[in-house]
């Protein structure tokens, strides 16, 4: 038995605490797996056995690594939130604001370099113990814990040095801006965080929920489905559902993306993350607060950025490397010259050295990566884009051949019954009846499509006594003694049954038979989405090779529809597997592959392909499940969008991996040379990690355009 459980680390700051709490929490025998998102302070913990009072091993765990996290269970009602707002933070340093005053008096002091040394020993070491405590405290527990090189060990080491020369003032100096730069950096990692978490921080409050003629406010997460609940005007919707009384209008950006208001009547299903826009809505929930919409993609969302790119992996391995070298270099760039430079002075050399010590921890680059990645898939998710993971949205990056549906996805998936051809000797009327009979329990847009113009023209709905699905040929249906096949001409054909006419050139054609015998045949049209072609272009402009559209309508049809939108190519009547294996074959011709399905019948592909992304797939488990990526809304054009915000992280996270090491190398000759003081590497530690942060921040900054130039006032599914 599995046990998944989720803890908040509040108070997690460091990137390398998360590294080890990850790894010791793995290294515990009741542990499966472990994962620590230090970007949203999330423990993802996979156990073997159920938690109880483990929560305390977990807790002195934490406490063996770094002093003030605190851990607690997702979801509690006692949890704090951890933001940190500057008042609040200020009233916190009080100690460091008095040292940093005690220096600025020392600094500007008239004659401070004439006090007797001892007296200039005490008032520097005041303000540095005042400035530097909380990092001679960390330091010094790690040192017992045997964390020798880590950032706060580093910077004692450096400062004491400094001291042991004589740099009293540039000791302290280095400490203040130390602490200042980690103040700032700690208020731009917290404001990322923020703007992340807002983008799907809408927790749905108390639920007016009717018992009888009384309304009872009851918590979401004790609304059982089949609960009736009012809703009012500007409120969010807390669990899906389906309307029962009113019609009005909802907003749906939360989770699609768009702004525009969709309509919403009795017998239309809602999901939670909607708001209410104008009327008053009676609705019957279909699912818990856990398993409703919103809360499962927040849940997503948050999940996916533990699921680390391969940049984030190689930062994590090279920062083990790195910060070790360095320290080296610097030992070896304190003894070595004084030994073998005639004239060297020891002093200037361990000065150098200490320099190389300050600019040795990748902070800038442990930092900003995962908070780029997480920044990048928070920015998709404001856009009606789910990613699944940083390593999702890397691979987006680098895509060169893009498998299209056909069916929901480049056209509407609503189709429109164009003509009837019954068989001769056979009534118009039965034979629509009896392909309505077997669509009944279908799913799929042509069923859907059939039976509403079935219902339509006045026809009784009839239940078949039995349906079989044979997937990517059609439906067996029994009813009253009778067998009833619905579905492709060549499966008919397949059954030994004698099928006359011809598929629609620009359509949908279903044959039918009975006991074995042609019944007719029902052609349907389908339109192409006013966004596909616009989709087609964009992509030939941002670098995609090569378009293919995959579906398992015939041959003309698919003709029609891959010649009016510039398709550079296609393949017609497949079936699901054929699907799959035409996306094998450009894997193994060295291709980069993704598959944009509308998520009905295209998982085993979705699954195969470099990169699933099911569009449209609102409230579609299996489709969420399936798919890498899900595009909320009926867009084709967002697959530009996704690939777009995928590009533009990777370009802030290259930018912060060269500018972080491009700087520090810079640093570090400087400071072999001479010519690089305290002062400056500070600014190669801490100011550089600070640059790359508010860098990040460029990721959630503007809009992608969608393709919707007009209010959607229906919704897409029933």
Not at 7 to 33: F, H, M, P
Not at 213 to 231: A, C, H, K, N
Request: charged share 20%; aromatic share 6%.
């Amino acid at each position: 038995m599995s046990v998944k459980i989720e803890y908040t680390l509040s108070g997690l700051c460091c990137s390398q605490c998360a590294a080890v709490i990850e790894r010791k929490v793995k290294e515990l025998d009741w542990v499966k797996n472990a994962r620590v998102n230090m970007a949203s302070q999330i423990l993802y913990l996979d156990s073997s056995a159920s938690i109880g009072e483990r929560q305390l091993e977990l807790q002195s765990l934490v406490d063996s690594i770094e002093d003030g996290i605190i851990l607690e269970e997702r979801g509690g009602s006692d949890s704090k939130s951890t933001d940190l707002k500057p008042g609040s933070a200020l009233k916190k340093k009080i100690p460091e604001l008095l040292g940093a005053a005690l220096f600025f008096v020392l600094t500007f002091l008239r004659g401070n370099e004439t006090l007797p040394l001892v007296y200039r020993i005490v008032l520097y070491s005041t303000s540095y113990l005042l400035i530097g405590h909380s990092v001679l405290l960390s330091g010094l527990k790690n040192m017992k814990r045997g964390r020798f090189l880590d950032e706060n060990f580093l910077m004692i080491l450096a400062t004491s040095g400094a001291f042991a020369l004589g740099e009293f003032p540039e000791a302290v100096a280095v400490m203040l801006f130390y602490q200042i730069g980690e103040f700032f950096q700690d208020m731009a990692v917290d404001k990322s965080r923020r703007s992340i978490r807002n983008l799907m921080d809408s927790k749905p409050g108390m639920v007016s929920v009717l018992r009888g003629t009384e309304l009872v406010e009851t918590p979401p997460d004790q609304v059982e489905p089949g609960t009736l609940y009012r809703l009012r005007a500007g409120d969010r919707i807390p669990l899906d559902g389906v309307v029962m009384k009113g019609t009005g209008s909802v907003d749906t950006s939360a989770l699609t993306g768009e702004s525009y208001p969709r309509r919403v009547h009795e017998g239309r299903t809602v999901l939670s993350g909607y708001v209410n826009k104008d009327s008053l809505l009676e609705i019957r929930s279909t699912k818990s607060l856990s398993e409703s919409s919103y809360a499962r993609i927040i849940a997503m969302v948050e999940e996916s950025s533990s699921r680390k790119a391969q940049s984030e992996q190689f930062i994590t391995r090279f920062a083990r490397f790195y910060t070790p070298i360095v320290v080296g270099m610097a030992v070896l760039l304190a003894f070595i010259p004084p030994l073998v430079l005639e004239g060297a002075s020891f002093g200037d050399w361990l000065y150098r050295a200490l320099v190389f010590l300050v600019v040795s921890c990748p902070c800038a680059l442990v930092i900003s990566i995962p908070l780029g990645f997480f920044a990048g898939i928070g920015r998709a998710s404001k856009e009606g884009i789910l990613v699944k993971g940083g390593n999702y949205l890397e691979a987006l990056n680098r895509i060169d051949t893009v498998f299209l549906d056909k069916t929901g996805t480049l056209t509407k998936g609503v189709f429109s019954l164009t003509s009837i051809l019954p068989a001769p000797g056979i009534k118009e009327a039965e034979l629509f009846r009896l392909a309505s009979l077997a669509e009944s329990a279908s799913h799929h847009p042509i069923a859907i499509s059939i039976q509403n113009a079935w219902t339509e023209q006045g026809g009784a709905n009839l239940a078949p006594d039995s349906v079989e699905e044979i997937a990517g040929h059609g439906l067996k249906a029994r009813y009253q003694g009778q067998t009833i096949l619905v579905g492709k001409r060549d499966w008919l054909l397949s059954q030994g049954i004698e099928v006359e006419g011809l598929s629609s050139s620009e359509g949908t054609t279903v044959y039918v038979a009975m006991n074995g015998v042609y019944q007719g045949a029902l052609n349907l049209s389908d339109s192409i989405r006013p966004d596909a072609e616009k989709m087609v272009k964009e992509l030939r402009k941002i670098g995609i090779k090569s378009i293919i559209m995959l579906t398992g309508d015939a041959n003309p049809t698919a003709e029609f529809v891959s010649n009016t939108l510039g398709l550079d190519g296609y393949e017609s009547g497949l079936l699901p597997h054929q699907k799959v294996e035409a996306v094998e074959r450009a894997i193994a011709a060295g291709q980069q592959t993704a598959f944009l399905g509308d998520g009905i019948n295209d998982a085993p592909v979705l699954a195969r392909a470099g990169v699933g992304i099911a569009m449209g797939a609102l409230g579609s488990d299996a489709a969420i499940e399936a798919a890498d990526v899900v595009l909320m809304a009926d867009e084709p054009f967002r697959l530009v969008n996704a690939l777009r915000i995928a590009r533009k992280t990777r370009q802030i996270v290259l930018q912060n991996i060269i500018m972080a090491l491009g700087i520090k190398a810079v640093i570090l000759i400087l400071a072999a040379m001479g010519y690089a003081g305290m002062g400056l590497a500070i600014f190669g530690d801490v100011g550089v990690a600070l640059l790359a942060i508010l860098n990040v921040l460029r990721i959630m900054s503007g809009r992608e355009p969608t393709s919707r130039k007009e209010p959607d006032t229906s919704l897409s599914y029933t």
